[in-house]
């Protein structure tokens, strides 16, 4: 390896490299970075970074950084753009192309830089490497482009409309670039729809001139269709509501009232043939319900033939009925008997629907593998389930939850689609907290790689344990029954060494231990053989108190533990009551009292060589129920304001209906919770009763 003296000899050494790098990311002849030359690089930047003044250049390699992308934007990207400037298609392509390309260099020079993001980049608070990258492609290369690329793509979408052939992939890629550079709502959605609004507004003026009520209605139909199926190409999965509604409105809500004058009598007497038929199709499709209902003792079975019934039934209304709304609405009002009948404004049909994804992802339900196919059943049924969507993403989120902390069996990815799933059909509110979660496990890995690093390289005495920490963000997870609880020593030192490295990492977040999470192994020494214990942090601290002495009385193991009486009692349940007694209480009674004597029993024993012991029972469901109750509060509380904030002063009745429309969408909320919001807004000076009309409200400012 080469050894540089100084700061310009260093940097005229790396400029070779960085030059090699800039050739390759261009496709140009010549030899490529090898991984030797590749360390001297990152060695060469390391080496100048660790000196002190005057001897740390860490500043100006930061800066030469920064220098070595703009210079490759003005002199390569910025010229190949203006040569396609005025060919949509050859822009798009150059864009992406370019795009691709810079992200590539941004991630190799990042290699080389990369002890600049881990000390001093953290120290000083700059951006990161990649951060840089970013910015400096944003404000050299986007600002410049961004109102051609906009006009581009709305001539591709155009194009597609009017039956033209496109590159959709080139489409897509446009569509990842706009959300890469955090862009895509304000700069891409917004106007692709308004321009759709302007399309269909042009289309449906000259279509209610010139066609009847069922070619109108046929042509809206098939561009709704068509549409939904261009969509993904060029919005992301929450603009897709959006766009539809926007199409909807053009071509159906404005003409309205001139489409109902343009029924002929023709067309009425075919909807009277067709409604006894779809009317007969709601009723045999209940039918099937009920005695599936009465077959299936079994809630998962039950359910599993519920969704056998809709796509059954589905078949018949696209082929059959050539989909046509009034068949459509008979199954969908089928499936709301359905949902009456398994707990109407309870959390029944929503839990059942939880339960049956659960077995699915873990593969214990029949022969049903997991697969895009069966996702997707479930999301089909859960659209039915309309008043209980915010209960279903509660439970869901509790099991998901437990799949991905206490089950090693879940799999990151397949959970990732799953709620990508639910969020084409729900949008990102619903599934927001759902795809944190997921995140903060794979961040969370990060977090220990970076974590055996720091043990690494500290000099810190280490713990004599084996222990792994998992990074959660509050807001994300469901709230765990915790209390605080005086930890072996063995532990504390684990506790006290993660935290001074997480110090080193940030000093805005605070760390809050969930121990009631945490799963300990640990060698139970008994008479016959030696047997492994699975068992949680409270259990595992109280067991090894028995390390020293076989008994202990209560006032002893309260004093050292340090918790109150109804945790303490959780604990001796889970130990000396349940399955396996590991414990022996003196006497031997169902309630434990401050006299009691706990002994370690030496003459347990099982077959298993590694036993999991779990903690007592706790009923999640009644809790879960409460805080989507609260959540509701909250959510009517909002949507009150909302719409007051937009009226200033409106009746009763009228509030009620456009709150219960609001929140629709997620739940359906009762209209005596929202009489007392409302009642509790007035209390709260949001709202107040008109002095003359005691049913007109006023919004106070």
């Not at 005695?291 to 359910?303: F, G, K, P, R």
């Not at 907290?433 to 997921?438: D, F, H, S, T, W």
Request: net charge neutral; aromatic share 10%.
């Amino acid at each position: 390896m080469k050894t540089i003296n100084d700061f310009e000899q260093g940097w005229e050494y790396m400029q070779v490299g960085i030059t090699k790098l800039k050739r390759f990311v261009e496709g140009l002849p010549g030899p490529a970075l090898d991984p030797e030359l590749y360390m001297d690089l990152y060695t060469t930047v390391y080496c100048r970074s660790r000196g002190k003044p005057p001897h740390d250049y860490s500043e100006k390699l930061y800066d030469k950084y920064h220098e070595t992308i703009e210079e490759y934007i003005n002199s390569t990207v910025l010229p190949a753009l203006r040569e396609k400037h005025d060919d949509e298609y050859m822009l798009l392509r150059e864009l992406v192309k370019r795009w691709s390309s810079h992200k590539v260099l941004v991630r190799d020079l990042s290699y080389i830089f990369r002890y600049l993001d881990r000390y001093f980049i953290t120290r000083r608070s700059l951006p990161s490497l990649k951060e840089v990258g970013l910015s400096c492609f944003r404000d050299l290369v986007y600002n410049q482009v961004q109102l051609k690329v906009k006009e581009a793509v709305i001539a591709l979408v155009a194009k597609e409309r009017e039956g033209e052939e496109i590159d959709r992939v080139l489409k897509k890629n446009i569509k990842e670039f706009y959300v890469e550079m955090e862009r895509y709502e304000q700069d891409l959605e917004s106007f692709l729809l308004e321009d759709t609004a302007s399309y269909y507004s042009r289309k449906a003026s000259s279509w209610i001139q010139e066609d009847s009520f069922l070619e109108y209605i046929r042509k809206s139909e098939e561009c709704l269709k068509k549409e939904k199926e261009r969509v993904s190409h060029y919005l992301h999965p929450s603009g897709e509501p959006k766009l539809v509604k926007e199409v909807e409105h053009e071509l159906l809500e404005v003409y309205a009232s001139k489409l109902l004058e343009k029924k002929h009598s023709e067309f009425c007497e075919i909807a009277r043939g067709l409604e006894p038929i779809a009317n007969i199709l709601k009723q045999h499709v209940i039918d099937a319900e009920g005695e599936e209902d009465t077959a299936a003792n079994q809630e998962q079975v039950l359910i599993r033939k519920v969704v056998e019934i809709h796509d059954k039934y589905m078949v018949y209304v696209t082929d059959c009925f050539q989909n046509h709304t009034l068949f459509h609405w008979a199954l969908n009002e089928a499936f709301e008997v359905f949902r009456s009948k398994t707990g109407a404004g309870s959390s029944s049909s929503a839990e059942l629907l939880v339960k049956f994804c659960d077995r699915i992802i873990l593969k214990k339900w029949g022969s049903e593998e997991l697969s895009d196919e069966a996702i997707e059943k479930v999301v089909k049924v859960l659209a039915y389930i309309s008043g209980d969507k915010d209960i279903f993403a509660e439970f869901y989120r509790k099991k998901l939850a437990h799949r991905l902390l206490l089950d090693h069996g879940a799999n990151e990815d397949q959970e990732r689609s799953i709620v990508t799933n639910l969020k084409q059909i729900f949008g990102g509110n619903f599934t927001f907290k759902m795809e944190g979660m997921v995140t903060d496990l794979t961040l969370s890995r990060e977090h220990k790689n970076s974590f055996n690093e720091y043990l690494a390289n500290n000099p810190v005495e280490k713990p004599r344990i084996d222990f792994t920490i998992t990074l959660l963000t509050t807001g994300f997870w469901p709230s765990y029954k915790t209390f605080d609880i005086n930890l072996p020593s063995e532990m504390v030192k684990c506790v006290e060494v993660f935290k001074g490295f997480y110090e080193t990492k940030t000093t805005c977040r605070k760390l809050t231990w969930i121990y009631s999470l945490g799963t300990c192994h640990i060698n139970g020494k008994f008479d016959q053989k030696p047997i492994e214990l699975i068992v949680s942090t409270h259990q595992a601290a109280l067991l090894l108190l028995f390390n020293t002495r076989d008994k202990l009385s209560y006032t002893d193991i309260q004093t050292q533990l340090n918790v109150s009486h109804e945790d303490l009692v959780w604990l001796f349940h889970s130990l000396s009551r349940a399955k396996y007694k590991i414990l022996i209480k003196v006497p031997s009674t169902n309630t434990v009292s401050k006299t009691d004597v706990f002994e370690f029993n030496s003459k347990f024993t099982v077959k298993m060589r590694r036993i999991k012991i779990p903690p007592p029972h706790v009923d999640e469901r009644k809790r879960v129920v409460e805080d989507v109750h609260k959540d509701r509060c909250y959510a009517i509380d909002a949507a009150i304001v909302r719409i007051m904030k937009g009226r200033k002063v409106l009746g009763h009745q009228q509030l009620v209906s456009e709150c219960i429309e609001q929140l629709s969408r997620m739940f359906k909320p009762d209209i005596k919770a929202i009489k007392k919001r409302i009642e509790n807004l007035i209390t709260r000076d949001y709202l107040e009763r008109d002095k003359e009309n005691a049913n007109m409200f006023r919004y106070l400012a």
